[in-house]
């Protein structure tokens, strides 16, 4: 850590002379009754020489702050303050101060992950101006390509900045074959450290301006955006947390068709099984079909109206509804049970074949009460419409069209009176709290619903890739869309990691100590905005040039140990920065 003066970082600072020696304290006031009072000191060091300003820190100071370690400094008691000693009079113009904090966590879960060496492994000298990308946009998402020269220029980072033309540029040289080298490589690896390995499909909109982007197109967006759009399905593990293939799709196209294309675009990962988490959205016949066929496993949420669970449901759903304490799972605080059930389909590889899945039937009566509660107010507000429209009738004056709801559960009757559908009712009312997940592999309910519940990764990447990556908009021409989704990846990868790590050390933390310490409820986005704030100071008189840490609060140092990243060393060379 290198300081003209440390006055910033470790002040106030005094002398404490007894009869061997002089130490220098850090200490802290506080204003009580109009009066300063000390609160707390600190040991930093002690002198060695009056004379000559001979200093060494105490060692229990250095455990506290090991980026001073094998850094020499002296005293200098005219102006009470430490300075390095082989460069007592720096200037501003050989040193110049960068963010490190952020991006050094981040380069960390890289290579420990092993991006780094498959970003090598692809792209070679080009892997160090893709991951600076990758952090830029994860560090600062409300900044566009525009900003990254000068935000680069004051972050350390493994690459050059690069002005919008250079980024462009390196956009246009990222080709989709490399892009899917490199996915291939990530694929591997995790199916390598996971066994079994569960990956969660899922699809997002991303939203573009643009008119010459032929996946541009309109289709259906859940967050009702009435821009065009392009669809992006991204492939989780949900065991690290970290995204491992993705696909762009046609703006028009709909969830329960892009199954067919995951499979076709993704036939060349080297994968000897796959366990895939589907959500509703993927509930057809023709996915369970073609799931059977691609050999893969699968566990499969379907809709309470799914032909598959049609003849479980009626065997099932009074008994499951009694809440049979045998069935109970306290840690989703529902009942669970499982059914076999068969399907039969037609190919014309192998002919007739017929099939057998697990049906797992969940009940929790919580969500039932919710339900419940939801339709009587629906009920509720058909009623009053009705009354309303009958109103309106008599005074005629004109109606307007009917809602949704009224539509759904009435209709009109003798004399075109509105009455309730009874039957659609009733199917309403019994399947209120109840859920349902299909699987061809696992029989548990327990471990059926565990497995399931983990396909969360995939919700919370693609809010990641949204709103902390800056994907909500595809900001690009067609050339550098594929390159530029690539890095917004990456950037997602990185994150979720982070945020998977998080989550794992503070789960074991709590479990030994019952507390968690210096880590919120919204840790990461305030671990990433905290830590970027740590810096190193450049000293360019050294050969090679030289970087010195800032010095680590008790907080910081906590977020290195929640991410599993080692505390930065004192001092380091921009080589072995880049060549990690």
Known sequence: MLFQTLSNELHPLLVQKTKNASYVLRYKNKWVDGVSKRISSETVGRILDESTGAFEFSEKFLNKNPQFRGLSFYWDKEHCILTYRNAPGLGPTTQSRLNAGASYLFLEIAEQAGILEDLKTVWAEKAADIISLAIYFLVHPHLNIDSYFHTAERTLLPGQPLSAKGCTELFDSITFDECNQYLKLRAARSSETNNPNYWAYDTTSISSYSETIPLVKYGFNKEHNPLPQIVLGILMDCNTGEPIDYQLLNGATADVSTLKKLFLDHSNIDVDTINLILDRGFDSFENLKLLYLRHTNFILAVKSNSTIIADTFKANWKTLKARNPLEYIPEYECFGRACKANYNFQSKELGQIDSEVYVHMFYSPDKAGSELHRDDLILHGCLEEITERERKKRIN??????????????????????????????????????????????????????KYRSRDVAEKGFNNFKERCAGRRA????????????????????????????????????????KIRNIPDNSVPEMIDDLNYVGVTKCMRTSPVKYFWDQLTPKQRDYYKFARVPLPEGTFVLDSFISR
């Open 475 to 514: 900001r690009c021409q067609e050339p550098s869309l594929h390159a530029k989704i690539f890095v917004i990846y990456l950037a997602v990868s990185l994150r979720m990691m982070l945020r998977h790590r998080v989550n794992q050390t503070t789960e074991e933390e709590y479990l030994k100590t019952e």
């Open 397 to 450: 004056k004109k109606l307007g069209d009917p809602s949704t709801s009224l539509k759904a559960y009435f209709r009109r009757g003798e004399k075109r009176k509105w009455e309730l559908k009874s039957e659609e009712w009733l199917s309403i009312q019994q399947n209120s709290g109840l859920f349902y997940l299909v699987s061809n592999s696992i029989s548990s309910p327990r471990e059926c619903l565990f």
